[in-house]
């Protein structure tokens, strides 16, 4: 019986429309990955060459004074990306995969990133997490709507419970043979990614697979409740619709205007100022003001002492080290600020499964605002690293020239964290679950 509706349902035009369309759709977004992967790694290629021709220029017409060498000397860090992000870009597009940065203050050079057409940014990428979350549930609407009020509506459903025991068994059955043609067509894509995209078989794959899998085994969850309710068609879509909009458009609307409004970033401007203010103001303070908190931070550096000049490089990396030393406190709340906005964002995504799903995949992906966290604390570290590393032969005065440039090569952050397979799957197997045993209720329940 299986096979027989089977048969039936896929000679449906609606049905041959619907998979070319979803699979279209699906390959175009592959191939946008593949694209988006391709400009990071030509961007990398081009910083490590940039860096290289960067120092050598700078070198060759600054070669007298470190201190001055080192004002115009740029670091490059790379958060490399995983294969997986070409198919969830996340906030990738926006936030800069590369940090160039010199060995003054840090604060007002972390949050730099490339200029984008806006238009661009308002029509946004056609990944494959959206075709996941948005397109493929709009086509199990289209393929279940009716699955019961079909029957009922062409006179036939009558003579169908009356053959079997358990009616509910029959609408089960159809129900399982659209299953079975979107997941052989998402089967298909993930198999298409997998090939162009290059993407390694480990733990990270097998988890994005489960959870696409999963996410819509929750949309036929649903399609099955709402065929459970035994109303018209008519009902039936405009339930599944607005049910959609509640999930992947109202939801998650709701969630970041509640995220935003609970935790404010005003630490973000006061964190601008506050280094701004105590880098520019130590122009007009007692040097020794300056030189005594730089000692305080720094009590490995009290060998050098201040030279008796109108200015001297110590004094002045001194001065920007104050910088950012006066924001810390405003740059950690903000940072506190834009965790408590990530911890917020799964919590709340636990209650709803397209919310889940994106976030899940952007962290496999480690194209989220938690691996964008990790990148600039990363960061942080590399410019102090550059700091310690330059600051003895500037305060020293050594030779640009017997320095070892070779040393400053493009340094790459990778985020290693593991699956967390529980926290993944475990919300939509239970939300599943639920509306899978309230449908078999609601079908004992309720008289054909």
């Known amino acids: 019986m299986f ?132 397109l493929f549930p709009l086509l199990i609407i289209a393929f279940t709507y009716n699955l019961l009020s079909e029957e009922k509506e062409g006179g036939t459903w009558r003579l169908v419970s009356a053959q079997h025991k358990r009616p509910a068994v029959i609408i089960f059955k159809k129900l399982a043979v659209r299953a079975a043609v979107i997941y052989t067509a998402l ?21 994005a697979v489960s959870l696409s899998f999963l996410y819509l085994l929750c949309w036929f969850a649903i399609s099955f409740w709402v065929a459970s309710l035994q109303k018209s068609s008519g009902a039936n879509a405009v339930i599944l619709l607005s049910a959609w909009l509640l999930m992947t458009v109202i939801c998650p609307g709701m969630a970041n205007n509640y995220i935003t409004s609970q935790y404010p970033v005003p630490e973000a401007l006061a964190t601008v100022v506050k280094q701004r203010e105590g880098y520019h103001e130590k122009w007009d303070m007692d040097k020794k003001i300056t030189m005594d908190k730089f000692y305080e931070h720094y009590p490995q550096f009290n060998q050098y002492t201040l030279p008796n000049t109108e200015f001297s490089w110590l004094w002045y990396y001194a001065m920007q080290q104050m910088g950012d ?40 992906a480690q194209s989220g605002l938690g691996n964008h966290l990790k990148f600039l604390d990363s960061t942080r570290q590399f410019h102090e690293n550059k700091r310690l590393h330059f600051y003895p032969k500037i305060f020293s005065g050594a030779d640009v020239t017997k320095e ?5 090569k493009v340094e790459t952050f990778t985020e290693k964290s593991p699956v967390t397979w529980m926290a993944m799957l475990v919300p939509l197997i239970i939300i599943s679950s639920l509306l899978g045993a309230i449908s078999w209720i609601n079908f004992r329940k309720t008289p054909y």
């Not at 089967?187 to 988890?207: E, I, K, M, R, Y």
């Open 187 to 207: 089967t298909v894509l993930w198999a298409l990614a997998a090939v162009l995209l290059s993407l390694p078989a480990d733990n990270s794959f097998w988890a």
């Open 404 to 408: 070892d440039w070779n040393y400053c």
């Open 3 to 134: 096979l027989l509706l089977l048969k039936n349902f896929v000679r449906s035009r609606i049905v041959v429309t619907g998979l070319s369309i979803i699979m279209l759709a699906g390959m175009i977004s592959i191939f946008i990955g593949r694209q988006h992967i391709e400009k990071i790694k030509s961007s990398i290629a081009k910083t490590e060459h940039y860096q290289r021709d960067h120092i050598q220029r700078n070198v060759q017409f600054f070669n007298k004074e470190m201190g001055l060498l080192l004002y115009y000397l740029r670091f490059g860090l790379v958060n490399e990306p995983p294969p997986l992000n070409a198919l969830s870009i996340g906030q990738r597009d926006v936030n800069s995969s590369i940090q160039h940065v010199t060995i003054r203050n840090i604060e007002n050079q972390l949050y730099d990133t490339d200029l984008f057409n806006p238009y661009s940014l308002l029509a946004g990428n056609l990944d494959f997490s959206f075709v996941l979350i948005y």
């Open 325 to 364: 030393d006066e924001a810390q406190q405003e740059a950690g709340e903000m940072k506190a600020k834009l965790w408590q906005r990530e911890i917020a964002s799964r919590t709340i995504s636990y209650f709803i499964p397209s919310m889940h799903t994106q976030y899940q995949l952007n962290t496999l």
